[in-house]
């Protein structure tokens, strides 16, 4: 018997934002639901952060249909929240388990690819170049073309079933989330954690949470809240791991913050919604650009 049910699939992983839940289970959802004014709501992690079908597959069969949620999401993020348990509660230091540090890399690029407007614009992509095809493929193809096949390779990528295309279009999404360059370079990086117990505001998050520069950058650096209190960074180097660790608590916590929110798509998230005034006046003020929109 197939399994018909719409499925939630997170963008924003339950045990990222379970981070942020208080003493009833519950964080403080920002959103727009209605005008331009920004509403707090209290739910639980599994409540919010998630589009039904957002990764199926279209021509696929049910159960066939969410495997890129059930076999690339959930081991992704199933060891993901291995390495934060372990950030949270030993630091950086010590010997890491590559597999570990790799999850936990994977886990930051897949913050800046999974959301629905990443998604849309994937698919929008795909169906812009998809049948966009060379000299020499369409050479190749009129040496084996058959007769009833269409005159050109474009035309017949073109009338594929649904099920290939999307079938080809997540074989090319899925490394470059699961990027082994990328992942390499953040992996040799140097991984810091800040505690912010004492600053007047605690850390925000979003469904755009990664602060970061470009990886080729003199001061190249990746920042991350990973709790109301606590900030993951990856720093290229020594001098701006110095310029990092110089930066004053309640300012590093405002910067990250204004960052966090501004860039946000749809949410923000905190423990409570103390900053709401913060969150009306900053959420998705400065959005950043989707990685996957056509060019």
């Given at each position: ?17 379970k981070r942020w839940a208080g003493t ?58 291995d390495a934060l348990e372990r950030l ?32 849309e614009a994937l698919r929008a992509q ?170």
């Amino acid at each position: 018997m197939h399994d018909n049910k719409p499925k939630k699939h997170h963008y924003i992983p339950v045990f990222y934002l379970k981070r942020w839940a208080g003493t009833d289970g519950r964080l403080c959802e920002f959103s727009r639901p209605y005008d331009h004014r920004v509403k707090p709501r209290m739910t639980h992690p599994a409540g919010t952060g998630y589009e039904e079908n957002l990764y199926s597959m279209q021509g696929f069969e049910p159960a066939l249909a969410q495997q890129i949620e059930e076999r690339f999401f959930k081991f992704t993020d199933s060891l993901a929240a291995d390495a934060l348990e372990r950030l949270v509660t030993k630091g950086v230091e010590g010997e890491w388990p590559q597999e570990l540090r790799s999850a936990w890399s994977r886990f930051i690029i897949s913050l800046l690819l999974r959301t629905p407007p990443d998604i849309e614009a994937l698919r929008a992509q795909w169906g812009h170049t998809f049948t966009d095809t060379d000299a020499e493929s369409e050479e190749e193809y009129s040496k084996i073309r058959q007769d009833g096949d269409p005159p050109t390779f474009s035309e017949y990528i073109a009338k594929m079933p649904i099920h290939l295309v999307e079938r080809y279009l997540f074989e090319t999404y899925l490394p470059i989330v699961d990027n082994d360059r990328i992942g390499t370079v953040i992996n040799q990086m140097q991984w810091v954690i800040t505690k912010t117990d004492g600053a007047k505001f605690e850390f925000l998050t979003s469904d755009r949470p990664v602060v970061r520069t470009g990886l080729n950058h003199q001061f190249a650096h990746i920042a991350l809240p990973i709790g109301p209190s606590l900030l993951f960074a990856a720093v290229k180097n020594n001098e701006t791991f110095k310029r990092f660790k110089a930066i004053p608590m309640n300012a590093l916590v405002v910067d990250i913050n204004t960052k966090v929110v501004s860039q946000a798509t749809r949410l923000a998230f905190g423990r409570s919604d103390r900053q709401l005034g913060f969150v009306g006046n900053r959420l998705g003020s400065d959005p950043s650009p989707v990685l996957l929109s056509p060019r």
